[in-house]
């Protein structure tokens, strides 16, 4: 931190923060994280026997984002079939904020931190030019407290900057394929609605795995 100078705590900052949201995130990503196949199979074995409020109910019992989503299509059940559409697409627009919540301050960091490194660097080349005039002399012991200051930060604001780009680059891609399946389910959702007040029977593929579909009267 000495050799680094004023800059280095800055780093320190950025550091700390980095690996504070990457835990909070990880942690969050995981506790609303739900198997959608899963989920789906299941709903669909409570609406083929017309069970909307158990289906609410259920939900409502589920914790995660993706339960929220279907629960906002199947509130709207006598709903004409585009206010469906509309809710659950609102729906998925407020999970996935909830789902980005303080990933930006990583994208903020990836950028800072290398600013930051650079900063040090200008500011120690300063101190040894500075260092140059005062003694009118440019032996190496004069300079090189000023080249160390400049190495250390951009060495630092590098290490920062390159393992949180990964990790934030990795949320992204999870937090996209996170939103692409709440779309999707959500557009099942509204399949099954339609299905289930047209009292017409389950496709198999929204049911489990060898279970037959029940014949509709």
């Known amino acids: 931190m000495k050799m680094g100078g004023f800059t280095m705590w800055f780093l320190l900052l950025c550091s700390i923060l980095a ?3 990457s835990i909070e995130r ?18 669909a074995l409570f609406l ?3 069970k909307t409020s158990e289906t609410i109910e259920y939900l ?31 729906a998925i627009q407020e999970q996935t904020a909830v789902l980005e919540q303080y990933t930006g301050i990583l994208g903020t960091i990836t950028v800072v931190a290398p600013f930051l490194g ?23 012991g004069v300079i090189a407290k000023g080249i160390y200051e400049a190495l ?3 060495a630092v604001g590098l290490i920062i900057a ?10 992204k891609e999870r937090i996209k394929a996170m939103v692409i399946e709440m779309e999707i389910c959500g557009n099942r959702m509204v399949e099954m609605i339609m ?21 509709k009267q």
């Open 19 to 21: 690996i504070a949201v």
């Open 26 to 43: 990880a942690v969050k990503l995981r506790k609303v994280s739900v198997d959608a196949e899963w989920l789906i199979q299941q709903i």
């Open 48 to 50: 083929q026997d017309g």
């Open 60 to 90: 409502r019992a589920i914790p995660g984002i993706l339960p929220k989503v279907l629960e906002s299509g199947l509130l709207r059940f006598d709903k004409k079939k585009e206010e469906i559409e509309v809710a659950i697409a609102n």
């Open 118 to 140: 650079l900063l040090g660097t200008v500011t120690g080349i300063i101190a040894s030019f500075s260092s140059i005039a005062m003694k009118n002399t440019t032996g190496a």
């Open 152 to 154: 250390y930060t951009t």
């Open 162 to 171: 390159i393992p949180t780009v990964v990790v934030y680059n990795y949320y």
């Open 195 to 215: 299905l289930t007040r047209r009292n017409e029977p389950f496709p198999e593929d929204l049911l489990p795995e060898g279970y037959e579909p029940k014949k």
